[in-house]
């Protein structure tokens, strides 16, 4: 277990000796761990944001709840107020990236959790499954499987694309390049919207770039995080409930498309190697 998956090509990184096994990753943590502060990035998400901070699992493992909110015009800031979370509230809605470095400032502890206001735990317990990988030294971000409304899981860890599997993906409607796996399986990245970040790490790269306004941060982040010997893991053991409502596969004239399409740009701009099989082996190394 936590082994590189063997099923797909072109991967930012490996482990060391390729391998790093889940038995150490247990050691030193236990199951019922909980305990760490969360934060959520809000931007007129008062129904999810409701949903979530009323669901009692979650607000188990998270005690200390921090919601920084980006200048919404709904309800999102009243609802954090009445459920007791801590709120930053940000005059402007300048992305999520430059929400998540800010709020970001205010976690305490070693490690922190990055939820979108759509994630809900059925069990406490899941996070301290989680945080079992953290026990591993090299492990600089964890998440969980994402299970979708509908009851399907998300593909919600993946290789780094091509411009052309991105595409495809849109064209086909398909999960090119998604990580399908039973055990717990190092990634290129995984999606943001529920992952436990190692503070040591999280500061290692500078945290999250600001230039991405929506989109691509969570890929960028991951692919720095391999870039610096950090490795970034999914267990698809551990399953939290996400309302993903995939806004970018959109019509092309739709806002959040275009800025898909920006956000791609901007990541292969900072990151060209990527754009051939040889610049993802020159940005292979071992992790720590």
């Known amino acids: 277990m936590g082994s590189r998956h063997p099923h797909a090509t072109g991967h930012i990184g490996q482990t060391q000796d390729g391998v790093s096994g889940r038995t150490a990753a247990s050691q030193g943590a236990d199951a019922s761990m909980t305990?760490?502060?969360?934060?959520?990035?809000?931007?007129?998400?008062?129904?999810d944001l409701r949903a979530a901070l009323a669901c009692a699992p979650l607000r188990e493992a998270f005690p200390r709840i921090v919601v920084v909110d980006n200048d919404s015009k709904d309800d999102s800031v009243t609802v954090a107020e009445a459920a007791g979370a801590e709120i930053l509230r940000r005059s402007t809605n300048d992305g999520l990236a430059a929400a998540v470095n800010a709020g970001a400032r205010l976690m305490r502890g070693d490690v922190f959790a990055l939820l979108n206001p759509d994630v809900q735990l059925d069990h406490a317990s899941a996070v301290g499954c989680l945080a079992r990988h953290l026990a591993e030294p090299c492990v600089g971000a964890v998440a969980p499987a994402l299970r979708l409304p509908h009851g399907g899981l998300q593909d919600s860890a993946r290789d780094v694309p091509a411009p052309g599997q991105l595409a495809l993906r849109r064209l086909t409607r398909s999960d090119l390049g998604a990580i399908r796996s039973r055990e717990p399986v190092d990634v290129d990245w995984v999606v943001a919207a529920f992952m436990l970040v190692r503070r040591e790490a999280f500061e290692d790269v500078g945290g999250f770039d600001e230039r991405y306004r929506l989109y691509f941060e969570d890929v960028d982040f991951c692919v720095r995080l391999w870039s610096a010997g950090w490795t970034v893991r999914l267990d698809p053991t551990v399953v939290v409930r996400?309302?993903?409502?995939?806004?970018?596969?959109?019509?092309v004239l739709g806002w959040a498309f275009r800025e898909h399409v920006r956000s791609a740009g901007r990541f292969f701009a900072r990151h060209p190697d990527l754009l051939l099989p040889t610049g993802r082996e020159r940005l292979a190394r071992p992790a720590r």
């Not at 990035?41 to 008062?46: C, D, K, P, W």
């Not at 996400?242 to 019509?251: D, F, K, L, M």
Request: hydrophobic residues 30%; proline residues 0%; charged residues 20%.
């Open 35 to 47: 305990g760490f502060d969360a934060l959520i990035v809000t931007h007129n998400s008062a129904e």
């Open 242 to 251: 996400h309302e993903h409502r995939a806004t970018s596969r959109g019509s």
